[in-house]
């Protein structure tokens, strides 16, 4: 049995499953596809997937007595980037209005000694940044989840497979040579270049 997955974990392969495949589904047909494919608990299938639904990035519509989810990269790519814009408007703001406080508090800490003035500006100050550190973080999550940067991270990932299995090929074709022109074994070979016994393509 593999890790546990975190709910966030759950819906980004979730998700996965509607911009790969492209198609509509029934919850059943989640519910077979999630575990198989992605790893998610059958039991924990509806939950991700209302939730989902919840947040506005899959769609839901009922047909009849049935739900049908979808759920298309590019319209998933259009929300995101409005959330990044809001998101990156709203941080603008935050920092402008934390330069603002800043010089609230130098003035108010000019020649005198801490004042109420200065107590709430210093509590406004904190409250921003940590409101601004939020909104980073957010930002951050949406971006990692942009399917742009997704696609890219598998065509990265696949370049890498491919590297390595051209690398390992190259072991074992020196393997054969070395073992027919030198009669030595594949485990003395292993051993003298410290090669691992379970050596495989990935």
């Known amino acids: 049995m593999g890790p546990r997955l975190t709910i966030d974990e759950k819906r980004k392969r979730m998700m996965d499953i509607f911009h790969e495949s492209q198609e509509v589904f029934l919850l059943k047909e989640l519910e077979k596809i999630g575990p198989k494919q992605k790893g998610i608990v059958a039991q924990t299938v509806k939950d991700v997937v209302q939730s989902l639904v919840d947040d506005g990035m899959c769609h839901m519509e009922k047909i009849g007595s049935s739900n049908?989810?979808?759920?298309?990269?590019?319209?998933?790519?259009?929300?995101?980037?409005?959330?990044?814009?809001?998101?990156?408007?709203?941080?603008?703001q935050m920092e402008a209005k934390q330069v603002g406080l800043n010089?609230?508090?130098?003035?108010?800490?000019?020649?005198?000694e801490q004042t109420d003035e200065r107590a709430g500006l210093t509590a406004e100050l904190a409250e921003v940044?940590?409101?601004?550190?939020?909104?980073?973080a957010e930002l951050?999550?949406?971006?990692?989840?942009?399917?742009?940067?997704?696609?890219?991270?598998?065509?990265?990932?696949?370049?890498?497979?491919d590297a390595a299995n051209r690398w390992t090929d190259n072991i074992f074709i020196m393997q054969s040579w070395v073992r027919d022109k030198f009669n030595m074994e594949t485990a003395d070979f292993n051993k003298y270049f410290n090669i691992p016994s379970d050596l495989d393509n990935v």
């Open 140 to 161: 951050q999550k949406f971006k990692e989840c942009d399917p742009v940067l997704m696609n890219q991270k598998r065509q990265e990932t696949t370049v890498a497979k």
């Open 68 to 92: 049908y989810f979808w759920a298309f990269p590019s319209e998933a790519a259009i929300k995101r980037r409005n959330k990044i814009s809001e998101l990156q408007k709203d941080i603008a």
């Open 103 to 112: 010089e609230g508090i130098e003035k108010a800490q000019y020649g005198r």
């Open 129 to 136: 940044e940590a409101t601004w550190n939020s909104q980073q």
